[in-house]
T-cell receptor, first 113, second 109 residues
Framework: NAGVTQTPKFQVLKTGQSMTLQCAQDMNHEYMSWYRQDPGMGLRLIHYSVGAGITDQGEVPNGYNVSRSTTEDFPLRLLSAAPSQTSVYFC????????????FGSGTRLTVV | TQLLEQSPQFLSIQEGENLTVYCNSSSVFSSLQWYRQEPGEGPVLLVTVVTGGEVKKLKRLTFQFGDARKDSSLHITAAQPGDTGLYLCAGVPGNQFYFGTGTSLTVIP
């Protein structure tokens, strides 16, 4: 089982550039989420989805867009990258909204210069 | 303001020592989870506690959920270098899933 697959693993962007972080899961999980992890801040929720076609904002949604056209895929789009978006991004999926645990991808380390 | 506060933030101990990590909140949680994260990887679920006062054991790790379901603790007995990592608590007080600030544990051989 692949679990949750994130690509790319590393990325460097220039300020103002846009890009899409890919996330795919093969466990047929309805719930998927994007988190960013910064030193001393723990994991903060960016956007989440409770099923195909349904998305909602988390704690820190500004500057990011998501869509969920299939159960398997949940891409995260950075519209115009800023240095404040330098972070490690994690995608996670769950069977039941997290009550029984999330499965995480291995992360994307993004640097915006 | 963090919904879930963990303490201590950093912990460095010798192999064989015991330790306790705390996760506190002013909110009531329907469940709390503990994860361990190693460098360069995503968090991995260790345990979920659901009932107030519940105690769960995973080998040398003991997890407890507070009676009021607002706090939790993780106790490690006879720590080993393989326990080194970032420990995160997480839970759902409403309709979103929140993570704690994390405790970075280093076990020195």
């Amino acid at each position: 089982n692949a679990g949750v697959t994130q690509t790319p693993k590393f990325q460097v962007l220039k300020t103002g550039q846009s890009m899409t972080l890919q996330c795919a899961q093969d466990m047929n999980h309805e719930y998927m989420s994007w988190y960013r992890q910064d030193p001393g801040m723990g994991l903060r929720l960016i956007h989440y989805s409770v099923g195909a076609g349904i998305t909602d904002q988390g704690e820190v949604p500004n500057g990011y867009n998501v869509s969920r056209s299939t159960t398997e895929d949940f891409p995260l789009r950075l519209l115009s990258a800023a240095p404040s978006q330098t972070s490690v991004y994690f995608c996670a999926s769950s069977y039941s909204g997290g009550h029984y645990g999330y499965t995480f991808g291995s992360g994307t380390r993004l640097t915006v210069v | 303001t963090q919904l879930l506060e963990q303490s201590p933030q950093f912990l460095s101990i010798q192999e064989g020592e015991n330790l306790t990590v705390y996760c506190n909140s002013s909110s009531v949680f329907s469940s709390l989870q503990w994860y361990r994260q190693e460098p360069g990887e995503g968090p991995v679920l260790l345990v979920t506690v659901v009932t107030g006062g519940e105690v769960k054991k995973l080998k040398r790790l003991t997890f407890q959920f507070g009676d009021a379901r607002k706090d939790s603790s993780l106790h490690i007995t006879a720590a080993q270098p393989g326990d080194t990592g970032l420990y995160l608590c997480a839970g759902v007080p409403g309709n979103q899933f929140y993570f704690g600030t994390g405790t970075s544990l280093t076990v020195i051989p």
